[in-house]
């Protein structure tokens, strides 16, 4: 349901690291999250460490070859023989192999964050955090179909960038919310969402 293919390995890492933790039962330990939520503040400082680096890198080397598509066009437009297609891999992959690696970095410890976060301030039994989890999957599947479409729209708009983010957020988010609790009322639906 994405609408950008290139997340497909993105999805693909989170769901493997989900089964992993469901696996590992490390969700029903409650000894492990009430320990996890004590390193909150390491958590915030390495992904911090992260964030920054991977922005550094990602500004500073933008016109070097950070966001080099030189491999795609090179098999968008025919492709050629093995060696070339080698010799093209081999000059633009390095600086994007270093940038992917950075943003991977970056979000699993952003993922860290969030786990340490919300298990030491989030964790109560509150009916709005309850519907949010019962969703949370759903809203995860739904929402760039909501959000790419919609920040198009916005790109010719004159608008602040923090009000066309509001917007863009509030409605993916809520949009996908609520496309979730309608399709979980559906009998096909019900078990996967």
């Known amino acids: 349901l994405s609408v950008r293919g ?3 390995v993105e999805k693909i890492f989170y769901f493997s690291i989900g089964i992993g933790f469901a696996q ?12 996890l939520g004590t390193h909150w503040k390491k958590a915030f400082m390495l992904a911090l460490l992260a964030g920054v680096l991977y922005i550094s890198f990602a500004i500073n080397y933008f016109y070097d070859g950070a966001y080099n598509y030189e491999f795609l066009r090179f098999r968008l437009h025919g492709g050629g023989s093995f060696d070339q297609a080698l010799e093209v891999l081999k000059e633009s992959a390095p600086m994007v192999l270093c940038r992917t690696t950075l943003l ?13 976060l919300f298990n030491r301030f989030l964790s109560t039994p509150h ?4 519907k949010l989890a019962a969703a949370s999957f759903g809203i995860y599947v739904f929402h760039e179909t909501i959000q790419v479409p919609l920040s198009y729209v916005f790109t010719s708009e004159d608008a602040s960038e923090f009000v066309k983010f509001a917007c863009v957020f509030l409605a993916s988010w809520g949009g996908a919310w609520a496309l979730t ?3 979980k009322k559906l009998p096909g639906f019900r078990k996967v969402l």
């Open 6 to 8: 290139e997340r497909l």
């Open 24 to 35: 590992a039962h490390f969700f029903s330990r409650p000894e492990f999250l009430q320990k």
């Open 104 to 116: 991977a970095f970056f979000m699993t410890s952003l993922s860290v964050f969030y786990l340490c």
């Open 127 to 130: 009916p709005f955090w309850r």
């Open 181 to 183: 609790l309608i399709l």
